[in-house]
């Protein structure tokens, strides 16, 4: 007879969570924190019970054994009785144990889900018209966090406070900007950590991370650049545009007659290609998976994202919050695994268009939750004269720093020309840039 394998579980524990909100409803938040699928429930009795009180909780109605009783009546024909329901309650000691029960469930799903992948990775491997690519990152990722979550083995002190010297001796784990204004709040990036941009349409968010890459590469860093809103052409042509004072982007967008523009665009080309050839655009990479695999084969000092609200997951969630937070943990993880950097640009929310100041803050962020969470710094680029182009200055843009590990918070000027492509250190040097090339457009 074949052995009957029971897939790891941890049902009592799953009962201790739901009874433990059924005792205090504001532990709901801290479940739901840790149980991000529903899976996670092996039992299907306490998966369904699980699905009620995430409607209660959602709908603001209060979650009791009553209300939850005719919720579950109505979701799944009343298939659970109020008895089990009951005895959910007398099976918790304490209700601040929730957060180590829900570490055993999600543990144990974790590892059924890790079983799950390594079945499909095994059945794929042995047809050869199979891609693996994909199933081989969602394996990597699981045992990645199951990694996490486990008791990791005794590492001598001895060994870290070696490997901290020599951080410190070689400098690595930094990498600045190479912009004044950036550095001076966040101290530079931190190898293994995430930085976010964010701002409204318009207002230089390209343009900003642009300059960063740029100054990277002087530095002579490898920069990963995804372009999930232009084109790489599209990109370039601001590249171009970014290293000559003399050209205007928006002519070399719009026009078709550049005859005297091209003598100056190919009297740098060989230096051109020499400088950006640590930078690697993609444009046509759709999936977080994807793009962490090329990640993966590149091994790039940065990773610039533009912007993660254009990511598509291969498993689509029902929530919106859920996969922004999939996308900044995994970006997280592979800051980890890389030894890298990244900056994320990231969409803001309606909100901020209902203040009269306009100007961003964190809660702006597009289910701003798990991105000022997972940040290590948290920059904002803010152009007033995009709001208001009567009585703000073109030339001038303001830095605003709002979360800052290692750094300091504040807000900067800079100085700003969209049509250059460029940030500049100050208004003055933005202006000086402009009248130049105005003088020699009209000579």
Partial sequence: MAKLTVQPNAVDAEEAILGSILLDNTRFPT???????????????NKKIWKCMKKLYKANEPIDIIILSAKLKDEFDNQLNAYYLSGLPELVATPSNVEHWC?????RYLQREAVKSAHKLYDTSLDDTGDISEILYEHERTIEELKSITPAQKVDTSDIIDETILALKSETNIINFGIEQLDESAGGMTRKEVTVVGG?????????????????????????????????IEMFKKIIVMENDELSYSRIRKSKDLNGEFAMIELNLDKLKEKYKNLIMYDDIRTLADAMKELGRERPDVVIDDYIQLIQLDKAKSDRRFELEEIMLDYKWLCKKL??????????????????????????????????????????????YAINDEDEDPYETELICQKSRFGQLGSYVMGFNGDKCRMYFSRAEAVKVAAKHLKAATS
Avoid at 31 to 45: G, P, T
Avoid at 201 to 227: D, M, S
Avoid at 347 to 374: C, M, W
């Fill in 31 to 45: 479940v739901e924190a840790w149980i991000r699928n529903d899976e996670a429930f092996y039992s299907s009795a």
């Fill in 103 to 107: 570490k055993i469930v999600w543990h």
């Fill in 200 to 232: 409204r349409p318009g207002h230089g968010k390209t343009t900003l991370v642009l300059n960063i890459a740029r100054r990277l590469i002087e530095q002579g860093y490898k920069v990963c650049l995804f372009n999930r809103e232009m084109s790489n």
């Fill in 339 to 384: 030894n890298c950097s990244a900056i994320l640009v990231s969409q803001l929310n309606r909100e901020i268009e209902k203040r009269l100041d306009g100007k961003p803050k964190l809660s702006d962020f597009a289910e701003s939750g798990v991105i000022e969470q997972t940040a290590e710094s948290a920059f904002f680029i803010y152009y007033a």
